[in-house]
């Protein structure tokens, strides 16, 4: 077998470049990249997309393989992007399978005539089946931080292949999403031979999500057909569903089909609704349910911050203030937020319970220097504020490393400056600059603000990133000067 080959060809655009345009200034979504393949005897063309900050990162994700990607790369990543954000799935990465010959690569052998004059070049799915799992999948795992997730989505013929795919090495892929899937292709056989599978198969650990558009009888019929085989014959711990989409045509139906599909796949990923679940079995009920939400994607979950802090935001809704304080000193990893714990001591403030309050806004200033806040309400209470914030000294060289532009996750970019020996921080195009108070060596609080910045390197040379801490929440950036 020829060795694989990869080459790096350039960024894909969103937009089209302007000649001598700064690389800086260009939005990108992805690469571009060559993969020699001996099985098909030709240079097949991936675009691949992966999560933001990526290169500065650790972390492996799962995968989602697109067919067709030259039609569908764009709001794939796009729906990916912004799901992954408001947390209904994980961030992932997408490769994106270009066509030469999709007739070729996305259909089984058919005796039908009709097949035979239109489609010349027609059976070559499990030679292409073979290119995915020998050839791409290897390729992938052995250049990208994966997890053990591998998702494969197809479009009307590219629908075809996916259900071939599930029913001929259903080990593959962990989910499929099969959109208006051309299943009348050679009269149907495709049906027939799932059904002879799914009789014979007691147990599969797989993902199905099913869609057709308001497209006639030859696409929904076999659909539909699909749909009444599960219904007799799912597998157990077979996931499946299916959505009729009367308002999308055949050219319409993939971008909701995609929205909707990796929901579904997903469906579990967070837990909303957590005061029920802690009731029963407190925070460890929590944990096991992601734990075990986790095992279904092949690999070990913890649960996020974002869904301890909604938890909190239940118990302070309700009034029980001493079991959201329990939760919140106890299971972060982190020293809390200044903002939930000024927001917990101005209601035990608010109830009268002084003490209480006392304790919080303390925890507050120790862990927030810059928290004006806390202080006021101290001072009121007559706490001697001094005392309560150490004085942190950092070497000048060290805080020399960490000025610079970061830029973060949601587009924001901090510049940090350094004046007579204290850091300052400024957002791009602002015009105030907050002093940063140091916590750590590496960590320092936004005198007036609820943030805290630590940078993640600096000690030698200059810091490649910083992490930002507000409101309870955690942005990631890179050092973009």
């Not at 066509?99 to 259909?107: A, E, G, H, K, L």
């Not at 139906?253 to 579990?268: A, E």
């Not at 101005?346 to 002084?354: D, F, L």
Request: charged residues 25%; proline residues 4%; aromatic residues 10%.
């Amino acid at each position: 077998m020829k060795k694989l080959l990869a080459c790096l060809i350039g960024l894909l655009a969103i937009s089209g470049s302007v000649a001598g345009q700064d690389a800086d200034s260009a939005i990108t979504i992805g690469n571009k990249i060559q993969l020699e393949s001996a099985v098909l005897e030709e240079t097949r063309e991936l675009w691949i997309s992966t999560p933001r900050f990526y290169e500065d990162g650790e972390e492996s994700y799962p995968v989602l393989f697109l067919l067709d990607g030259d039609f569908h790369f764009q709001h794939t990543t796009a729906t990916i992007d912004f799901l992954s954000r408001n947390g209904r799935i994980p961030e992932m990465i997408t490769i994106a399978i270009l066509n030469t010959d999709r007739n070729r690569d996305f259909t089984p052998s058919s005796q039908n005539s009709e097949d035979i004059e239109q489609v010349p070049t027609k059976g070559g799915a499990n030679n292409f089946l073979r290119f995915i799992s020998e050839e791409l999948i290897p390729y992938v795992e052995k250049n990208y931080r994966t997890k053990p997730f591998k998702i494969l989505v197809g479009h009307s013929r590219g629908g075809l292949f996916a259900i071939h795919t599930l029913i001929s090495q259903p080990e593959i892929f962990d989910a499929y999403i099969a959109i208006s899937p051309s299943l009348q292709w050679s009269d149907q056989r495709l049906i027939e031979r799932a059904e002879a599978f799914f009789e014979a198969t007691p147990e599969l650990q797989v993902d199905l999500y099913l869609t057709t558009g308001n497209e006639g009888q030859a696409l929904t019929g076999g659909t539909r057909k699909l749909a009444g085989i599960l219904e007799e014959n799912a597998p157990k711990g077979f996931r499946w569903d299916i959505n009729l989409m009367v308002e999308e045509t055949h050219g319409s139906v993939p971008h909701p089909s995609t929205y909707q599909g990796l929901q579904s796949i997903y469906r579990g990923w967070n837990l909303h609704d957590l005061l029920p679940v802690f009731d029963i079995g407190g925070v460890a009920a929590i944990k096991r349910y992601y734990k075990d939400g986790g095992n279904r994607f092949g690999y070990e979950r913890s649960v996020p911050a974002s869904a301890i802090e909604q938890l909190i935001e239940q118990l302070i809704n309700s009034r029980r203030l001493d079991a959201a304080a329990a939760v919140l000193l106890r299971e972060s990893d982190t020293p809390p937020s200044s903002y939930w714990l000024d927001r917990m001591a101005n209601v035990y403030a608010e109830e009268g319970k002084q003490d209480s309050a006392r304790d919080l806004y303390t925890r507050s200033l120790t862990n927030n220097p810059g928290n004006f806040n806390a202080k006021e309400k101290l001072i009121k209470m007559g706490v001697d504020v001094e005392k309560l914030v150490p004085k942190i000294k950092v070497a000048a060289e060290l805080l020399q490393n960490y000025t610079g532009k970061y830029e973060f996750e949601d587009g924001l970019i901090l510049n940090i400056t350094l004046s007579d020996s204290i850091l300052f921080s400024q957002e791009a195009g602002g015009q105030v600059k907050f002093e940063l108070l140091p916590v750590t060596e590496k960590r320092f609080a936004a005198v007036g603000l609820d943030a805290q910045l630590e940078f993640n390197d600096g000690q030698e040379k200059e810091a490649r990133s910083a992490t930002l801490f507000q409101h309870g929440q955690e942005w990631r950036s890179r050092r973009i000067d």
